[in-house]
């Protein structure tokens, strides 16, 4: 199937949701559109078998994606699938090398989330410099514990590895709360407007030297994973925070467990880990310095609609109208090939 194929109207299109539910606004940009939307089973176990089944026997010209895998199989076992968009920006659940193979562009619904993964970010980092979830555990089984050893982070130092829309947000309230900040993100050369006040470094080492928290704002590909293992955590200031809301394999979780476990750090807060969810065996459940969350930073209400809506509104323009914007595409060399199942 190539650009030049004819696309049905819009009532015709058939879209793939990898997740029991879309957000109210996603889902009325689809209703109204006309569009036949498909799920997956509310039973976590389920989806995998019933993500190949839809793709192997449903006419699906659209895939909303969650956080279900997608394979290369799957893909290939699909002809009528036209455009896979990412709810989220993170594709590492997804075989973009596959889908760029056939044709199909795989698009992501940058910013949507930012404001609720920056808000998160800080909750962790004010729980890890406080100790907060562990004093709170303690007052809920009768002790009056009194952590009087917490972070006043007021002149310390923040290290933002990544400064998208994220580390962007996360970097204002630094600012305002009188901490020095600096960044690394290979994309910039500059300070972005509005935060000359940030220091932009040459290396990630740069940074993990500086940092007295260190927060992660990177996605998951070949150069992230394992960013930050034993050597990099090391080389971070002793008595320093180390807090991921990113995915969880840019850490090495034995060294983090080894670092908090010696002291090296003071502590850690983490939205997300190497393995999801995380096993009951887990070192990281029995250390009272790491704050844990279940990958929810950008699981608020407001955040699931705007990822919703970008997520429909770019497969509608993608088939309804033929266009794509290539800076929301992670393989856009996609759209010049005369194989693209999308001609923008």
Do not use: Y
């Not at 555990?137 to 917490?150: H, M, T």
């Not at 991921?244 to 840019?250: I, M, P």
């Amino acid at each position: 199937m190539t650009g030049a194929a004819t696309l049905p109207g819009a009532g015709a299109f058939t879209v793939l949701v990898t997740a029991p539910s879309l957000a109210p606004a996603g889902a009325a940009l689809l209703a109204d559109a006309g569009c036949r939307v498909l799920h997956l089973p509310a039973d976590a176990s389920a989806g995998d078998a019933a993500l190949t089944r839809l793709l192997a026997t449903a006419p699906v010209d659209a895939v909303i994606s969650r956080t279900v895998p997608l394979t290369a199989a799957q893909l290939a076992s699909c002809p009528t699938l036209r455009i896979v968009c990412k709810h989220g920006v993170g594709v590492s659940n997804i075989d973009v090398a596959a889908a760029s193979a056939l044709g199909i562009p795989v698009c992501v619904t940058p910013g949507a989330n930012a404001q609720s993964v920056a808000e998160m970010t800080w909750g962790l980092i004010f729980a890890a410099a406080r100790r907060i979830a562990w004093m709170d555990g303690e007052l809920r089984a009768g002790r009056w514990s009194r952590a009087q050893d917490g972070l006043q982070l007021q002149g310390r130092t923040l290290g933002l590895v990544g400064l998208g829309d994220v580390g962007q947000r996360v970097a204002r309230v630094a600012l305002a709360l009188g901490m020095p900040v600096v960044a690394f993100d290979p994309g910039l050369h500059a300070a972005p407007a509005g935060l000359q006040a940030v220091r932009l470094v040459p290396a990630v080492d740069d940074v993990v030297r500086a940092a007295d928290v260190l927060s992660l704002h990177v996605p998951l590909n070949a150069a992230t994973r394992g960013l930050m293992d034993a050597g990099r955590i090391a080389r971070m200031p002793r008595g320093a925070v180390l807090i991921n809301t990113a995915r969880g394999e840019v850490v090495d979780e034995a060294a983090l467990v080894d670092a908090l476990r010696s002291g090296h750090l003071f502590a850690a807060g983490l939205d997300t880990m190497a393995a999801e969810p995380l096993p009951a065996d887990s070192p990281l459940l029995s250390l009272p310095q790491v704050v844990l969350s279940p990958h929810v930073g950008g699981s608020t209400p407001a955040a699931l609609d705007a990822m919703a809506s970008g997520a429909a509104r770019t497969v509608l323009a993608a088939l309804a109208q033929r266009r794509i914007d290539p800076a929301c595409c992670v393989n856009a060399q996609v759209l010049s090939l005369p194989a693209c199942r999308i001609t923008p």
